[in-house]
């Protein structure tokens, strides 16, 4: 692994070569309840990815709104409804959808997204040049988000696009098992993880442990993580600034960035790698498992 420190070089392991699809994570500095500046914030970076060849560009999480709503209930919930609009009747994604025609590639980002049930959800597009293939609703609610927020009650959609099968999820959900292993079984290659992780301290010499956590769900369900992490304090909160692109072993591709700069970073990712599950040995990562022995994780509900 390449040294760990804030701000370690963003080391490339992919190779060029045929059959490669070159995946891109933007690091934004995002501005709350300032929609216009960070749309154009998304618009450069994925010029900026598109110029470098890529086909996937992961956004942050909320990355039209902002995220820091604060810690009272009701001014919070207003002020993300007055920056929240439904999925059929987006600006953002409209845009969105503008620019993967322009640069025919496709994008997964956060949004403040107003349901039909008039509540408020922390969600996720796949967006290309036909419009919006899914829209993915955040299950794992973290801290004041649950003042703002209804947890999303779908699995992690897994979209079937022209280079591979992508399923998105949003930050909090990468750090439990049993949900990364919903997609995994469903036949994704890569899981886009547009994130806002909080800023916390790590011992020197190590990662942040929501790096390492995204490592291991790559490593253990063979898969490619895309992580799109943001920068620039918001109302007093900093951030890991951790965006990274794991391959199917574990281990990074492409950073994680951990300094609190705006950033693209891009791999070229062998998307089939993430179909072959097959280990070391006669040992296969789907294959092994023993769900009749897993019983007891589902009857201790709660």
């Known amino acids: 692994m390449s040294p760990l420190t804030n701000g370690a070089p963003e080391v ?21 309840g300032e929609p216009e500046v960070n749309r154009r914030a998304a618009a450069s970076a ?7 060849g890529a086909r ?16 009272v209930a009701p001014q919070a919930a207003a002020e993300a409804l007055s920056l929240a609009s439904p999925a059929a009747d987006s600006v953002t994604l ?3 959808r503008s620019l993967a025609g322009a640069h025919q590639l496709v994008i997964v980002g956060g949004f403040c997204e107003l349901g039909a049930d008039g509540r408020l959800y922390n969600s996720a597009a796949v967006v290309d040049a036909s419009g919006t293939r899914a829209v993915y609703r955040k299950a794992h609610l973290w801290d004041s988000e649950k003042l703002v927020f209804t947890p999303g009650d779908a699995p992690p959609p897994v979209v079937d696009l022209a280079f591979g099968r992508v399923a998105v999820m949003i930050c909090y ?3 439990f098992p049993e949900w990364v292993r ?47 992490d943001r920068c620039q304090t ?29 950033a693209v970073l891009t791999a070229a990712c062998d998307l089939f ?4 599950k097959a280990l070391a040995g006669d040992n296969d990562l789907l294959a092994d498992r023993r769900p009749d022995l897993y019983q007891k994780v589902f009857r201790h509900l709660g």
């Open 46 to 52: 994925v010029a900026e990815a598109a110029a470098a």
């Open 94 to 96: 409209r845009h969105w």
């Open 234 to 262: 918001e109302r007093g909160v900093s951030w890991i600034s951790g965006s990274v692109i794991v391959g199917p072993d574990g281990y990074p591709l492409v950073g994680p960035v951990l300094a609190d700069r705006p």
């Open 12 to 32: 490339d392991r992919s190779q060029d070569g045929p059959g490669l699809t070159v995946i891109a994570v933007a690091q934004l500095a995002i501005t709350v």
């Open 173 to 175: 959900d990468l750090e």
């Open 182 to 228: 919903l997609p995994a079984l469903d036949g994704a290659d890569v899981i886009a993880a547009p994130v806002n992780w909080p800023a916390v301290s790590w011992p020197t010499g190590e990662r942040p442990t929501e790096v390492i956590k995204a490592q291991a769900a790559a490593a253990t369900n063979g898969v490619f993580v895309a992580v799109a």
């Open 56 to 71: 996937l560009v992961v956004l942050p999480e909320l990355c039209d709104s902002g995220y820091v709503f604060g810690n």
């Open 273 to 276: 790698r993430a179909r072959d």
